[in-house]
């Protein structure tokens, strides 16, 4: 015989309802705009906060999807040692101080900090992310 397989929630007529309430909200409140917006925002508060630091390389992203490159020497692009775990200490620090970034670096460039904040961000936790993410990579880098 033949078989026909279908996901337990396909065409379910609540997960439908759900799929459709969330279009709805991303179109009547005009969410893609602003993400857009708080992207923009972000990007240029961390270009701000880092462009000149001696230990970022750069700041790069899309929208509201944002990270930093951390290195040992921004002139030389050279990365701190593996075990000196830069990120995790990044991170770490930046939890303590109550914002989550998350790791995503690989082989040679290994120190990358990602940040994915929800498209509902508002200016104040911008600043928040931006001022957290500057501690905390100064108190990573210049501690010996």
Same mark, same amino acid.
Request: glycine share 10%.
């Given at each position: 015989?033949?078989?026909?397989?279908?996901?337990?929630?396909?065409?379910?007529? =609540? #997960?439908?309802?759900?799929?459709?309430? *969330?279009?709805?909200?991303?179109?009547?409140?005009? +969410?893609? &705009?602003?993400?857009? @917006?708080?992207?923009?925002?972000?990007?240029?508060?961390?270009? =701000? #906060?880092?462009?000149?630091?001696?230990? *970022?390389?750069?700041?790069?992203?899309?929208?509201? +999807?944002? &990270?930093?490159?951390? @290195?040992?020497?921004?002139?030389?692009?050279?990365?701190?040692?593996?075990?000196?775990?830069?990120?995790?200490? *990044?991170?770490?620090?930046?939890?303590?101080?109550?914002?989550?970034?998350?790791?995503?670096?690989?082989?040679?460039?290994?120190?990358?900090?990602?940040?994915?904040?929800?498209?509902?961000?508002?200016?104040?936790?911008?600043?928040?992310?931006?001022?957290?993410?500057?501690?905390?990579?100064?108190?990573?880098?210049?501690?010996?």
């Amino acid at each position: 015989g033949m078989n026909v397989m279908f996901h337990t929630f396909g065409a379910h007529p =609540a #997960a439908c309802a759900a799929a459709n309430e *969330v279009l709805r909200l991303l179109t009547d409140e005009n +969410l893609l &705009a602003r993400a857009k @917006v708080a992207g923009d925002a972000l990007q240029e508060r961390l270009k =701000a #906060a880092f462009d000149n630091h001696p230990h *970022v390389a750069e700041v790069r992203g899309r929208g509201l +999807l944002q &990270a930093i490159e951390i @290195v040992a020497d921004r002139g030389a692009l050279e990365p701190f040692p593996v075990d000196a775990n830069i990120t995790n200490r *990044v991170i770490g620090a930046a939890l303590k101080r109550g914002v989550f970034f998350y790791g995503g670096g690989t082989g040679d460039v290994r120190d990358i900090v990602c940040m994915g904040p929800p498209f509902i961000i508002g200016d104040a936790e911008i600043d928040m992310m931006v001022r957290v993410l500057s501690e905390s990579v100064d108190a990573v880098t210049q501690s010996k």
